[in-house]
């Protein structure tokens, strides 16, 4: 089945230690996204690629990077972790085609912990 | 701008029990989608509908059950004889066809189903 695969499933970090982050997808979708959801919270969007052309959103800290080499893959760079970034993170996909908006394909998530 | 109310945080019934989950949304847009997503403790969203701006025909689909009203801007989501599984948060989101597909989520409403 077109999924969209994020790995890994859970990843526990040391303070200070980069991180990368993987989210893959087999639909062909032109727009990819990462979103941060800490507990009891609503996922709030960090950036996201329409294509090649990235997105960060105003309040994304500089901390946070991403990669999209190709279409089937985006990375999810954190180059310091402090604790506060503990964090379910959550890869997204959509097909943008003029006015036609094919809906969202979440993958499941990578929980991140910083120790 | 766009902006969704989920004014129920958390509702605590009794399995058999028919419950209720609000949203009220905003936005200037002509042509919307709305969402409904379920995230289990495990994590993930679980996409369960999409509706647009143009489509106010309710929907069921087996205990679950939606009722738009766009003159009330709200998107209602009904358990009927909820379970245990049903336990999770719900989000609902909106995505405004000028808002670039950005996904806006609603607070979530954390339902806890009692045997």
């Known amino acids: 089945d077109a999924m969209v695969i994020q790995n890994p499933r859970y990843q526990v970090t040391q303070f200070g230690k980069p991180v990368t982050l993987s989210c893959s997808q087999t639909l062909n979708h032109n727009v990819m996204y990462w979103y941060q959801q800490k507990s009891s919270q609503a996922p709030k969007l960090l950036f996201h690629?329409?294509?090649?052309?990235?997105?960060n959103e105003a309040d994304t800290p500089d901390n946070f990077q991403s990669r999209r080499p190709n279409t089937s893959f985006c990375f999810l760079d954190i180059r310091s972790p402090g604790l506060g970034d503990a964090a379910m993170y959550l890869c997204?996909?959509?097909?943008?085609?003029?006015?036609?908006?094919?809906?969202?394909?979440f993958g499941s998530g990578t929980r991140l912990t910083v120790v | 701008a766009q902006k969704v109310t989920q004014a129920q945080t958390e509702i605590s019934v009794v399995e058999k029990e028919d419950v209720t989950l609000d949203c009220v949304y905003e936005t200037r847009d002509t042509t919307y989608y709305l969402f409904w997503y379920k995230q289990p403790p495990s994590g993930e969203l679980v996409f369960l509908i999409r509706?647009?701006?143009?489509?106010?025909q309710n929907e069921i689909s087996g205990r679950y059950s939606w009722n738009f009203q766009k003159s009330t801007s709200s998107f209602n989501f009904t358990i009927t004889a909820s379970q245990v599984v049903d336990s999770a948060v719900y989000f609902c989101a909106l995505i405004g066809n000028n808002a670039g597909n950005m996904l806006t989520f609603g607070g979530g409403t954390r339902l806890m189903v009692k045997p």
């Open positions: 997204a996909t959509s097909s943008s085609q003029g006015a036609i908006f094919n809906g969202y394909t």
């Open positions: 690629y329409y294509d090649k052309d990235f997105n």
């Open positions: 509706r647009n701006s143009f489509d106010e």
